[in-house]
């Protein structure tokens, strides 16, 4: 096997990370597949990645790509197919890799002789079961097209290895096809060692495309009622040539590998608040179709005028392009939310669909190779260009490629011209350990439908798993053995990687909706069954950019939040009866939501075992500023919302609390909000969306706060979790309004102490990073600092100050206090708070606005009064509590959000109160 080694004067230069315990290195004997002697091959390749000086080096990447369009019949040499048939009368029809058969009717197609759904038309064709798997192994098209008739534009798979010069490269392959099983991406894995002699990481992703051929098995033969074909439609030699074409590209990958720079950027468009239907925007040009389908939309046609709002989805394109030293590509990725089907619904054909054009279109205006990396496409149906170059668009019904065509094309290449605005303002990454971690799971069989299809070998060589009691896989079962009670789990995988300390890329092995990875604006109330709620896998992550990779090493079908899974609806039980999954009895909607694709996945458990496993991996390296809690949006009027839309803060209630109460918890409100009532923010923060990003304002990709220290970086992430119930009665008082601005995010020293650092352009976005700090993109990420410090020296010196006037007024249960606050440099006072204060056993008792004590806490987490008036300010209270000794301390918040600390004498004061 090939191992690799670094050239002498390339080394990265790393960020201080965890090293594997035996790190792999890499020397790239490129003589092993052309006939060089192997010294000559390593000698090579030092050569040729010594060129260039060793400071430009971050990463090593490379590129590649296999066709994996079927061979026309006679193009393959011993092709394993023909077996002892491979004569007259016998012949394969237009492909290689297909049995042969007797074409009887002359059509180049093998004929199963009659139909399920039609009039007989005749015996079946002989053929020739080499493998004896008792059905003929052909091409067949997705969506119950039958067997391929067209190759109407080719299908490939493409790879990029992204190496950091000490561990074993880590490669991605995507591949055109409706998904590919655990058990074919594993045989692309040992021929990349095996046959390639390549040692490297391999994640292997379908990009979903449903014009390619059957990959799955759904749709052979003898096509059902269901919608499914009573024969597998998988070839079995085509998928051991595309184990081979995936593992050859992956290997071409490894085998260019060269001294890189990455950058990363994410682009998105907004949403407008309450946007509904099954159509929003996306990007400049384009929109996004999603099904009409909860959670990703409202979908509930019980509640008057029928909410279809948008919801959980994924709108962000991801970018990350590798440059050479000199700054010309080597690769550029898309990673979008989304499906490719529109050639699936255009006959039994052979198109890469949009993608395919997306790929062509960069590959013609940027050098080296691009690649589509499918997300979490779960109900993110197929873009399309806005306006829509054909009547409904990615939805035209025609099924004539010549329609259908033009609009995919013109789709693709408007993405193209999104993904190069988008890399034309890439952040260049730290440099890093790149390091995949992968584990295999076991997720339960809950579909009644899969097990025997599975037990029918409908799915080719996919297995079933025997698994320990903690969801380990411990052995294969033969398909014959899979039943309802005995063997029924698959085996799957789960997992990420780090491309250095800036970029993530989350697996999941299926079709997961955003809902299931980002999060979603749902509570308990609305759940469809009462099912638990798993953990958000992106909350979890650490990285500046987080990527989603849908279909990972395997296909399980639909992902869905357990709680939201049923196959049936309120309003019309009938269209789908039960008996379908063998989980529990709920399978209709208790709160009359709209579903469609469940019958298409493993069933509700197996979603949250994804989320949760891959949640718990991406624990091990956790943001340090990251807290995941309970907790609502508070509305202007201080009420409490689920929905970020119209939010001015957020409250999190104290760990273990069933309720929320203005009294206690953690209150953030955005910039321009002092309090609500009585009650004084304990911060200022920014809204952020589900990867921990800063925005502007509150949308639905919102799911919480975060809030920074005084030297501008990230203090805190407060991801909302909505889901629990929490009593919700007892409001805040109304938004009362300050001066100040964005806090200030010009942080120094970027991921200092575990903390994710902000991307720039979204800090730039929200207001938390200057308009300067642009400079910074296509820097290494500490190089806005430049800008960072220019501003923080003008604006060094002292905080803001307050002091209390010398006579405090306390009289017939009336308290007031008064006093005066200053600014500190460049900024003025927007706001003084005043903590009043008892101590008690173990902690502190606050007094409330209500004029009340509330309960024991924490010292350090005082509850705020908020003061009127700020360079002279003054608070009145009515009091209501026992006598005893009571501190006072105020402190002032400036424009640039800096907290004034307490001090001995000024702003903190002893108050003695008697009784009567």
């Known amino acids: 096997m090939t191992r690799y080694n670094i050239p002498i004067g390339s080394r990265v230069n790393e960020r201080s990370a965890p090293r594997r315990a035996a790190p792999s290195t890499f020397l790239v004997a490129i003589?092993?597949?052309?006939?060089?002697?192997?010294?000559?091959?390593?000698?090579?390749?030092?050569?040729?990645?010594?060129?260039?000086?060793?400071?430009a080096v971050d990463f090593y990447a490379g590129a590649g790509q296999a066709a994996t369009t079927p061979p026309s019949a006679g193009s393959v040499a011993n092709d394993p197919a023909l077996g002892p048939c491979g004569g007259a009368p016998f012949g394969q029809g237009q492909f290689a890799l297909q049995e042969p058969f007797i074409d009887q009717n002359g059509n180049r197609q093998w004929d199963p002789g009659f139909s399920l759904t039609g009039a007989p038309s005749g015996p079946p064709e002989p053929y020739c079961d080499n493998n004896g798997n008792g059905h003929w192994d052909g091409i067949y098209a997705d969506n119950n097209n039958g067997p391929v008739t067209t190759v109407h534009d080719d299908i490939e798979a493409r790879a990029v290895a992204i190496a950091d010069g000490r561990d074993k490269p880590v490669v991605y392959v995507s591949v055109a096809q409706i998904g590919v099983f655990d058990y074919y991406t594993d045989l692309a894995r040992a021929d990349l060692a095996g046959t390639y002699k390549d040692d490297a990481d391999l994640v292997v992703s379908a990009n979903h495309n449903e014009s390619s051929p059957d990959s799955i098995g759904l749709y052979g033969a003898l096509t059902t009622p269901l919608g499914v074909g009573l024969r597998s439609g998988v070839d079995e030699y085509y998928m051991n040539y595309l184990a081979d074409r995936i593992a050859s590209a992956a290997h071409d990958a490894i085998h260019h590998l060269q001294p890189a720079q990455l950058y990363a950027s994410q682009a998105q468009g907004p949403i407008p608040d309450g946007q509904s239907g099954s159509l929003y925007p996306l990007l400049s040009g384009l929109s996004q179709r999603i099904s009409d389908q909860f959670p990703t939309s409202v979908a509930n046609p019980t509640i008057a005028r029928f909410d279809n709002r948008v919801a959980a989805v994924d709108t962000k394109m991801g970018?990350?392009?590798?440059?050479?030293?000199?700054?010309?590509?080597?690769?550029?990725?898309?990673?979008?939310?989304?499906?490719?089907?529109?050639?699936?619904?255009?006959?039994?054909?052979?198109?890469?669909?949009?993608?395919?054009?997306?790929?062509?279109?960069?590959?013609?205006?940027?050098?080296?190779?691009?690649?589509?990396?499918?997300?979490?496409?779960?109900?993110?149906?197929?873009?399309?260009?806005?306006?829509?170059?054909?009547?409904?668009?990615?939805?035209?019904?025609?099924?004539?490629p010549a329609i259908k065509y033009p609009q995919a094309q013109a789709t693709g290449q408007r993405f193209a011209d999104n993904?190069?605005?988008?890399?034309?303002?890439?952040?260049?990454?730290?440099?890093?350990?790149?390091?995949?971690?992968?584990?295999?799971?076991?997720?339960?069989?809950?579909?009644?439908?899969?097990?025997?299809l599975a037990a029918a070998g409908e799915f080719g060589r996919r297995q079933g798993y025997a698994c320990d009691p903690s969801g380990?896989?411990?052995?294969?079962?033969?398909?014959?053995?899979?039943?309802?009670?005995?063997?029924?789990?698959?085996?799957?995988?789960?997992?990420y990687t780090n491309i250095g300390p800036d970029l993530q890329l989350i697996h999941n092995p299926g079709e997961a909706f955003p809902a299931l990875m980002l999060g979603s604006p749902f509570g308990q109330d609305e759940e469809s069954c009462p099912r638990p709620n798993p953990a958000v896998p992106t909350w979890h992550a650490n990285g500046v950019f987080r990527l989603q990779v849908g279909l990972a090493d395997d296909l399980i079908g639909y992902l869905i939040p357990a709680w939201a899974f049923a196959t049936g609806?309120?309003?019309?039980?009938?269209?789908?009866?039960?008996?379908?999954?063998?989980?529990d009895s709920c399978y209709v909607d208790q709160a009359g939501h709209r579903h469609k694709l469940e019958s298409e996945s493993v069933g509700p458990t197996g979603a949250n075992d994804v989320a949760n496993r891959d949640a718990a991996m991406l624990d091990a390296q956790k943001d340090a500023a990251a807290h995941i809690a309970p907790g609502r949006f508070v509305l202007a009027n201080g009420t409490y919302s689920h929905w970020p839309t119209g939010a001015v803060?957020?409250?999190?209630?104290?760990?273990?609390?069933?309720?929320?109460?203005?009294?206690?918890?953690?209150?953030?409100?955005?910039?321009?909000t002092a309090g609500f009532g009585g009650r004084a923010v304990d911060a200022t923060g920014v809204f952020m969306d589900y990867d921990g990003e800063p925005q502007p304002g509150p949308d639905i990709t919102t799911r919480g706060m975060m809030t920074f220290a005084e030297n501008g970086c990230v203090a805190h992430r407060y991801y909302l979790d909505v889901f629990p119930r929490l009593g919700e009665s007892n409001a805040l008082g109304g938004r009362r309004a300050d001066a100040g601005g964005p806090p200030n995010g010009d942080c120094t020293a970027p991921g200092a102490g575990g903390i994710t650092p902000i991307g720039i352009e979204a800090g730039i976005r929200a207001g938390v990073l200057p308009a300067s700090a642009a400079a910074g993109l296509g820097q290494l990420p500490a190089g806005r600092a430049t800008a960072a410090l220019s501003r923080r020296a003008r604006c060094a010196g002292p905080g803001p100050r307050s002091a209390i006037a010398k006579r405090i007024r306390l009289g017939r249960g009336r308290l007031r206090l008064s006093g005066r606050a200053r600014g500190g440099r460049c900024a003025r006072v927007v706001r003084v708070s005043v903590s009043i204060e008892r101590r008690a056993r173990g902690g502190c008792r606050f007094v409330l606005a209500s004029g009340r004590l509330g309960r024991r806490r924490s010292c350090r987490r005082p509850v705020r009064l908020l003061a009127r008036g700020t360079s002279r300010w003054r608070l009145a209270l009515r009091l209501h509590v026992p006598s005893g000794r009571y501190t006072v301390r105020v402190g002032a918040v400036d424009r640039l959000g800096r907290q004034e600390r307490p001090r001995r004498h000024g702003n903190v004061s002893v108050l003695g109160i008697g009784r009567g």
């Open 472 to 495: 380990n896989p411990v052995a294969p079962v033969p398909n014959g053995a899979i039943t309802p009670t005995a063997s029924n789990q698959f085996r799957t995988y789960v997992g």
């Open 649 to 672: 803060g957020i409250l999190v209630p104290d760990a273990g609390a069933s309720a929320l109460d203005p009294a206690s918890g953690t209150l953030i409100g955005a910039p321009g």
């Open 419 to 452: 993904v190069i605005a988008a890399a034309s303002v890439g952040q260049r990454l730290t440099p890093g350990t790149v390091r995949l971690d992968r584990q295999q799971i076991c997720v339960p069989l809950e579909n009644n439908g899969f097990v025997a």
């Open 31 to 55: 003589g092993a597949r052309i006939g060089v002697p192997a010294t000559l091959g390593c000698l090579v390749l030092v050569l040729g990645w010594g060129a260039g000086p060793a400071s």
């Open 569 to 583: 609806n309120s309003n019309d039980p009938s269209r789908n009866p039960p008996g379908l999954f063998n989980n």
């Open 319 to 400: 970018v990350l392009q590798a440059r050479r030293p000199d700054g010309t590509p080597i690769f550029t990725i898309m990673s979008q939310a989304a499906h490719n089907q529109e050639m699936g619904h255009a006959g039994a054909i052979i198109s890469a669909d949009w993608p395919g054009s997306l790929q062509r279109s960069l590959d013609a205006r940027l050098s080296g190779l691009s690649m589509f990396l499918v997300g979490d496409n779960g109900s993110e149906e197929d873009p399309q260009t806005d306006p829509p170059l054909i009547d409904n668009g990615a939805d035209n019904n025609s099924g004539d």
